[in-house]
């Protein structure tokens, strides 16, 4: 089954302490974007990546890292927590053909207190 | 202003009608345009992608674009409960990689 799959789907963690949420694909997508969704906000685009070892910044990228050593996976890394990155993040993916529809995990739905 | 803009509603429409939901953007080189539904506590999922201005109909669903207006829009013909969700709006550039969203629009459908 074609899917993008997200872990941990729930994370309650205190500040400053680094976490990462891990994301993989099994469709062989090039494209994946890290994407986070907050109410009256909609969703905002933290990091993406063109493909292996290509990486850039979305729109709010401050507070996040990003690394993509294998095609199927590209991890977000929270070196530092803050509760301001309470939120729920979706990953997504999608090939680098004439279109660009983009799948998403489920969602990784992060508490930092 | 932002990026790309949605009503937020909710939009609220009896079975059997027709939903209609509108965004526009504010990027003239947008070309490629996306909409999602996103049920509560799920993840978007695409319903219609369009790049060409007029219409593209898929099933009950009909995409429009018109990009001199910078606008784009969804309707949905025969709406039934099953499609109350939020509708996501969404906008990319020609080899860019960055999509902008809309905050997405409520979409109620009374039975």
């Known amino acids: 089954e074609a899917q993008v799959t997200q872990n941990p789907r729930y994370l309650i963690t205190v500040t400053g302490k680094k976490l990462t949420v891990t994301c993989s694909q099994n469709m062989n997508h090039e494209y994946m974007s890290w994407y986070r969704q907050d109410p009256g906000l909609g969703l905002r685009q933290i990091y993406y990546s063109m493909n292996v070892e290509v990486t850039d910044k979305g729109d709010v990228p401050e507070g996040y890292k990003v690394s993509r050593k294998e095609k199927r996976n590209f991890p977000l890394i929270l070196e530092s927590p803050s509760p301001n990155q309470t939120s729920l993040y979706f990953c997504a993916s999608s090939s680098q053909g004439a279109v660009y529809e983009q799948y998403f995990g489920p969602g990784t739905r992060l508490t930092v207190t | 202003q932002k990026e790309v803009e949605q009503n937020s509603g909710p939009l609220s429409v009896p079975e059997g009608a027709i939903a209609s939901l509108n965004c526009t953007y504010s990027?003239?080189?947008?070309?490629?345009f996306f909409w999602y539904r996103q049920y509560s506590g799920k993840s978007p999922e695409l319903i219609m992608s369009i790049y060409s201005n007029g219409d593209k109909e898929d099933g009950r669903f009909t995409a429009q674009l018109n990009k001199a207006s910078q606008y784009v829009s969804l309707l949905i013909r025969d709406s039934q409960p099953s499609d109350s969700a939020t509708y996501l709006c969404?906008?990319?550039?020609?080899?860019?990689?960055?999509?902008?969203f809309g905050a997405g629009t409520r979409l109620f459908v009374k039975a």
């Open positions: 969404a906008v990319r550039n020609t080899g860019g990689f960055k999509t902008i």
């Open positions: 990027d003239r080189v947008s070309q490629s």
